[in-house]
């Protein structure tokens, strides 16, 4: 990962098993990794905003709490990025892994009935969940976080292939934002000496942009969010609530982003 550290702040040294690429307590003495710790502000209030809308339409509980578990996730990464301690590095992963357990759920049973609960599949993802927190950390909590993410595309591509291919808009481009943030990460990983190099030239202003993982998270935070309203627009929709996506602005950070808002008639 990145090369160690040039300099001190409020959290002390690093106890975390990974330290990212963003130098250390350069903009605030409080804050260890700046913008990859502001950034998560799309994961955190977005889905606060949609949760709260979920519950306003009167939607099942199982989308609230993919709202509030993709917001968890915001959470926890601020204050891994903010500490570098090795308990806020817990905090970031383990929501990953539950969070990305209640897509699988929802996405596997948005064929069922109304406020039916399957307890099999509740009581797998639980089984899968405690194992993840109970193993080491590293790559074996990558492998079982992607093999959460392939179940979600593999499921999310037969519907719009063989359901509702009418949504494959929506599913690609929640999909396709999600893996621009992975590409970033990677990029942001392998290329870590160059880029640290490289701010040290660029005028701060421009050198922010190169902060890649800060942009994972801005990245995946959306694709998720995108992915979350997928999932409501096909359950929704075998409901027959007669859904309808209304596209709106929201001024965020310096720029614009898009957000979709699910709204049921």
């Not at 929704?236 to 609530?241: A, D, E, G, N, V």
């Amino acid at each position: 990962m990145a090369p160690s550290i040039d300099r001190q702040g409020y959290w002390g040294r690093p106890t975390s098993t990974l330290e990212w690429c963003e130098e250390n307590y350069v903009v605030s003495f409080y804050i260890a990794e700046f913008w990859n710790t502001v950034s998560n502000l799309i994961m955190i209030l977005p889905p606060i905003y949609g949760a709260v809308q979920t519950f306003r339409d009167g939607l099942e509980f199982r989308y609230i709490c993919s709202f509030l578990g993709l917001s968890a996730v915001g959470v926890g990464s601020w204050c891994f990025h903010m500490t570098l301690l090795y308990e806020m590095q817990l905090l970031d992963e383990l929501p990953m892994i539950y969070s990305t357990c209640v897509f699988v759920y929802c996405l596997y049973e948005c064929f069922k009935q109304e406020n039916s609960i399957s307890v099999f599949p509740i009581v797998l993802l639980i089984i899968f969940s405690v194992s993840v927190t109970l193993v080491s950390y590293g790559s074996s909590f990558q492998v079982m976080y992607g093999a959460l993410v392939a179940c979600l595309v593999m499921r999310s591509v037969f519907i719009v292939t063989w359901v509702y291919p009418w949504l494959r808009g929506l599913c690609y481009t929640s999909l396709g934002i999600f893996m621009l943030g992975f590409l970033l990460w990677n990029i942001d990983n392998i290329f870590c000496d160059s880029l640290r190099a490289s701010r040290q030239v660029l005028p701060p202003g421009v050198g922010v942009v190169t902060q890649f993982h800060a942009w994972w998270h801005i990245f995946t935070g959306l694709g998720s969010y995108l992915h979350i309203l997928f999932s409501l627009q096909i359950r929704s929709t075998y409901l027959k609530y007669r859904p309808k996506v209304k596209v709106c602005q929201y001024c965020y950070f310096s720029g614009i982003i898009f957000e979709e808002i699910m709204k049921c008639l």
